[in-house]
């Protein structure tokens, strides 16, 4: 599934960010979508996810201050991350169950953060 993030740029610590991922047809609705992130050096992890029912989960660094949401009617996923941190910092992806047995990513939307 092709999926298209957005959203991304330079902040302050302590600022925000809204990231968005477009995804086709009914993919939101069939699917748990995630948002991971992959700082230089590191391996990939899970930031949040929302179940095709709506249900949410978070990593535990970013719980309380990133929240992951749908608009169903426009294909979108978002994540809002508040209260930004230096370690916040990478390249974020939005990605699927399938996409991610797959080993398929997309290009991602970079973000930075300066202490």
């Known amino acids: 599934v092709q999926l298209v993030e957005s959203g991304g740029g330079l902040m302050q610590a302590g600022g925000s960010l809204r990231l968005s991922c477009l995804a086709p047809?009914?993919?939101?609705?069939?699917?748990?979508m995630y948002w991971y992130r992959q700082a230089p050096g590191m391996q990939r992890e899970m930031v949040a996810s929302?179940?095709?029912?709506?249900?949410?989960s978070y990593a535990d660094s970013v719980k309380g201050r990133f929240t992951i949401s749908r608009d169903i009617a426009k294909n979108m996923v978002y994540l809002q991350m508040n209260s930004l941190k230096p370690e916040d910092r990478g390249v974020y992806y939005c990605s699927t169950v399938e996409n991610i047995l797959d080993g398929y990513w997309g290009q991602g939307t970079q973000v930075t953060v300066s202490s």
């Open positions: 929302i179940s095709n029912g709506g249900s949410t």
């Open positions: 047809g009914s993919t939101i609705t069939r699917s748990t």
